[in-house]
């Protein structure tokens, strides 16, 4: 079940086209990567789902109808440039943003009491933004977010400007969100928490659609049979030994060990690999490298860029 | 709706509940009836008795001068030279030699320190008028008391009617009207800028701080602004009604405070005059003389003045010009990243409110006609040029016009700012250049 699809959307600019024929799907219930270069079209996509903007052409379908404005209130979206009013009280604020998505003075005052006592934050509640660090204000921003419940909520950067305590947090948080069913669009440059929370993503270049798919299965379209094994000594014959198609990229020795990361060609399989050692020395490890996510980023766009 | 309400709410409180709107408001009164309280109270106050001996050599003038109300004219025996020694020691303030022979049309005027300006006007218009009485008497042996009686019942009267459609006449008061035109239009011209300038600085604030973009993802850009522009002209009336409020509080405060006698024929019309002659002395002295060409002679006129339509088209000019400037600055406070940038913008749009006043003057002889009558009609100058013609009459077809327009004007202004700022509020670090303004409006 999907909760967006977004079928050959279009959005032009005076001198540039942001999306290009541009579909995607997002299922219900995931933590969804939105990735792509500075100036991929990320920030349009994410306000045409805003309906800040409207796409010159194509459709968004929300829960399998058109998008319209019904759909505000089930939408969270914190956006990259986030700001707040530095001369309201922090109360008052918070109060007045949950309103406009909404919800009645009393309801956004009782949720709101609730998160800031789970953030240990009550004591900000009758101060002024401009009192406040950028990352109090994140948190602010955060709970302004989630505070009408919505099913679909959109992070652009959540994590900028938060120390590891508060990003650990976030994090949790938003995978409590995911928990609860809520679908969750995280547009980030931040590849190492896109490895640990996104079970989807999607990579946007140039207002095209490159690469998208389940998080493993990306990277596992991308392996490129490097293996890393782990021995407690080298065998004595193993570089005359060794088969041609084992290729040693990398070694690295330790007191205990030797880590040896190796390249299978395409005609040899990792139990071949594992049965050359097998018979010589004692295996501590084996497994798989896989590209990280930053790695097919990386590749992915410098190839596309060098090819155009 | 129920979103514009919320927005007009906040964009309302927060402003009202300001210090600094809180003092402005409660100062601004104070300030303006003092400065029109302070001169009046000077010049009623200040003004120290003066003591003029007189000497003349013919022995005519003796006797002679009207003393008036802190003018008083003494005639002790001695010569110039000793009255000059007198002065000099304080005992009288001036002393007035007038020459002998036939030369009794001549005199000098000495002081120790200098007595007030109008004292030198004072005796010429009083030596005048007695050397004209003395040829009269002297040559024609006129009867003078008959002469007066004659003067007083043939003395010219004209009173200055206005009609209406109707044909009914009213008195009018020309001079009155234009300085009532003028002060109105300088108050809308003010407060149309002043609150305008506010939707523009909140506008860039919620640009440059990126609050908008939470904002415009909860409401259309087009709420957010109405809004906005809706609160703040709340604010702007809230302002309005608590100053006139203070104002009329503060006059009936004064009233009780100063003695009524002051206040009555005298106190009102120096009050006002003072403003146009500059000078509250010649009004006091020159009180004492019949003077026919005062402005309140018939201060019923005052009564007269159009109140109820001058008092509605004033709240309909200042709401509708305010709403036409700022719904204009909202659209370019969209545009731009900072103010600096906002001025190459706001001068060519602000030119027009000021436009009749920088013409007033010169327009002041015929409010009716020529350029002033075009610019009452053009929604730009119109606030400011038809509240200035409407004392003088206006009629009813050319008002009505002139509203319509402006309320059209207005609504061409929002549509195209809506336009400019739902593309605007999100553009960042962008030079934006007319032409780039009007592809927005058209986009």
Known sequence: MN????????????????????????????????????????????????????????????????????????????????????????????????????????????????????????????RKVEELSKGMQQKIQFIVTIIHHPDFLIFDEPFSGFDP?????????ILQLKKNGNTIILSTHNMASVEEICDEIV??????????????????????????????????????????????????????????????????????????????VPILSFHEILPSMNEIFIRTITSQNNNS | MNKIGLIISREYFTR???????????????????????????????????????????????????????????????????????????????????????????????FYEEPPMSLKGNIQEQMDKINFDKTLIDTFRVDLKKYEQIKLTSQTLIAALQIDEMGKAQASSMELNRIIGIICGIMICTFVFMYASQVLRSVLEEKTNRIIEVIVSSVKPFQFMMGKIIGVALVGITQFALQVGAIFIILIAVQAFIPRTMLQSEMVPTEIVNNMSDNAFNVNVASNIPQTNSIFNDISTFYNFPFSTMIICFLFYFIFGYLVYASLFAGIGSAVDNETDSQQFILPVTIPLYLPLVLISSMANAPQNGIIWWLSMIPLTSPVAMIFRIPSGVPLWELITSMFLLVAFFVFCVWASAKIYRTGILMYGKKITWRELWKWIRY
């Open chain 1, 3 to 126: 909760i967006i699809d977004i079928q050959n959307v279009t959005k032009k600019f005076s001198n540039h086209i942001a999306l290009n024929d541009f579909s995607l799907s997002i299922p219900q219930g995931c933590i969804f990567g939105l990735l792509g270069p500075n100036g991929a079209g990320k920030t349009t996509l994410i306000r045409i789902l805003n309906q800040i903007t409207a796409p010159d052409s194509g459709v968004v379908l929300y829960d399998g109808k058109p998008l319209c404005r019904d759909f505000i209130e089930k939408i969270g979206y914190l956006p990259e440039e986030r700001g707040l009013y530095k001369k309201m009280k922090i109360s008052e604020q918070t109060i007045y943003l949950a309103q406009l998505k909404g919800l009645t003075k009393e309801e956004a005052k009782k949720r709101l009491l609730y998160w800031f006592k789970k953030f240990e934050i009550e004591s900000w509640w009758n």
């Open chain 1, 165 to 173: 305590i508060n990003t650990d947090l976030l994090k949790n948080e």
């Open chain 2, 16 to 110: 009202v509940t300001k210090k600094s709107f809180i003092i402005v408001t409660l100062l601004t009164p104070i300030l303006m009836a003092v400065l029109i309280m302070v001169p009046v109270i000077i010049a009623l106050n200040s003004e120290k008795e003066v003591k003029v001996f007189v000497t003349d050599e013919n022995d005519y003038f003796i006797n002679k001068f009207a003393d008036g109300k802190k003018v008083h004219f003494l005639y002790p025996n001695g010569d110039v030279e000793m009255l000059k020694q007198q002065c000099i020691a304080g005992e009288c303030d001036a002393v007035l030699q007038i020459l002998g022979g036939s030369q009794s049309n001549q005199a000098n005027l000495y």
């Open chain 1, 203 to 280: 990579l946007i270049n140039k207002g095209e659609k490159v690469l998208s798919g389940k998080l493993g299965e990306v990277k596992h379209a991308f392996k490129s049979n490097l293996f890393q094994i782990e021995v407690a000594r080298l065998p004595l014959d193993f570089l005359t030994e060794m088969p041609a198609s084992f290729q040693i990229t990398e070694t690295v020795t330790t007191d205990s060990s030797h880590v040896l990361n190796v390249q299978i060609s395409s005609d040899s399989n990792a139990n071949q690999l594992l049965d050359f050692f097998i018979h010589r």
